[in-house]
């Protein structure tokens, strides 16, 4: 079945600090992916998203590209602030599962200023 | 705009009673509503998927009698959780598609279910 990984946290950085955070993912089909971000006391909200291989998805600083040799679909920003503070979980769709998510298991990011 | 709420943002209940999940999509329809549960620390699992007008789709170990959902219209979906017990304690996220649309949810507040 799809599955996704994501690297452990928490990951804890000072302001400013570029950040990486993996994604790794298995799946039956051909995947779009996807970072959301939650937002404490929020819901999720789509973050980026990339539907094909080489895929490049960007919003608010954040990228990932979708690289199908190496089945991931990394997170990074260059300089993050004390706002991106969040839980980022990655996560995949593919045609057959009629948009069903499929979620790694989030990554709490705290930044310091 | 795509804004989705649920309510009640948290409830407890004693063991043995049963709550009611609202979801609403309250600028868009919704043709298909997703419901997940969250526990602490871990990732979204996905419950059930629920069509307006038809009956939800539960995914593999979920009691489809223990959590009823219901979809009436195009912009409710709820979630009922029948004789609850301590266990059924949790995070429960809804999110909803867009009548059309293939791949983007948009994810509810979420609902903090306590049982005693």
């Known amino acids: 079945g799809d599955s996704v990984t994501q690297m452990e946290g928490p990951v804890t950085l000072s302001e400013e600090a570029f950040l990486t955070i993996n994604c790794t993912y298995t799946?039956?089909?051909?995947?779009?992916l996807f970072w959301y971000v939650q937002y404490p006391g929020e819901g999720l909200q789509l973050l980026l998203k990339?539907?094909?291989?080489?895929d490049k998805g960007s919003n608010k600083g954040f990228e990932a590209t979708y690289r199908k040799e190496t089945t991931s679909f990394h997170l990074e920003k260059g300089s993050v602030q004390v706002s991106d503070s969040a839980v980022y979980f990655c996560?995949?769709?593919?045609?057959?599962?009629?948009?069903?998510?499929?979620f790694g298991q989030g990554t709490i990011l705290t930044v310091h200023p | 705009g795509a804004v989705v709420s649920q309510h009640p943002s948290w409830v407890i209940c004693k063991s043995g009673t049963s709550v009611k999940i609202e979801c609403r999509s309250l600028?868009?329809?919704?043709?298909?509503m997703f419901w997940y549960r969250q526990f602490p620390k871990q990732s979204l699992m996905l419950m059930a998927t629920?069509?307006?007008?038809?009956?939800?789709?539960?995914e593999q170990g979920v009691e489809k009698d223990k959590f009823l959902i219901n979809h009436a219209s195009l912009t409710l979906s709820t979630l009922t959780v029948t004789s609850a017990h301590p266990e059924d304690s949790s995070f429960y996220i809804c999110?909803?598609?867009?009548?059309?649309?293939?791949?983007?949810?948009?994810f509810g507040p979420g609902t903090r279910l306590t049982v005693t």
């Open positions: 990339a539907t094909k291989a080489d």
């Open positions: 600028d868009f329809q919704a043709t298909t």
């Open positions: 799946a039956t089909g051909y995947p779009s």
């Open positions: 629920s069509n307006e007008g038809s009956k939800a789709t539960y």
């Open positions: 996560a995949l769709s593919t045609g057959t599962s009629y948009g069903k998510l499929t």
């Open positions: 999110s909803a598609r867009l009548a059309g649309g293939v791949y983007e949810q948009y």
